[in-house]
Nanobody, 124 residues
Framework: QAQLVESGGGWVQPGGSLRLSCLAS????????VTWFRQAPGKQREGVVC????????YYANSMKGRFTISRDNVKNSVYLQMNSLEPEDTAVYYC?????????????????WGQGTQVTVSS
């Protein structure tokens, strides 16, 4: 059955880095858009970055530009999120999600499939 599993979260000090992984099983991820979301305590879920299926274009939230980088490894059927210069405001549960319709784009994707989330905590 189609699944997404996140890993790589943890507790780091401000200025530190983490690399999150999103591993797909039961389907081939490279034909689908993928978005990383996050939800901080007491706040609504927000999109972090989306990568397209057809040309690997990326769309970052303004606060993450220059600090976060999304990438694909199609051999491993995975997507990664490299997070640098982490700040306490980045503390959240991070999720990856995808639309199983291969024609969907970042702008119109319906994210039916989600991972379980991985906790990122940034504090002194």
């Amino acid at each position: 059955q189609a699944q997404l599993v996140e890993s790589g979260g943890g507790w780091v000090q401000p200025g530190g880095s983490l690399r999150l992984s999103c591993l797909a099983s039961g389907f081939t991820l490279d034909s689908h858009v993928v978005t990383w979301f996050r939800q901080a305590p007491g706040k609504q879920r927000e999109g972090v970055v989306c990568v397209t299926s057809h040309d690997d274009r990326t769309y970052y939230a303004n606060s993450m530009k220059g600090r976060f980088t999304i990438s694909r490894d199609n051999v491993k059927n995975s997507v990664y999120l490299q997070m640098n210069s982490l700040e306490p405001e980045d503390t959240a549960v991070y999720y990856c999600a995808t639309d199983l319709d291969p024609s969907s784009k970042c702008v119109d994707a319906d994210y039916h499939l989600w991972g379980q989330g991985t906790q990122v905590t940034v504090s002194s």
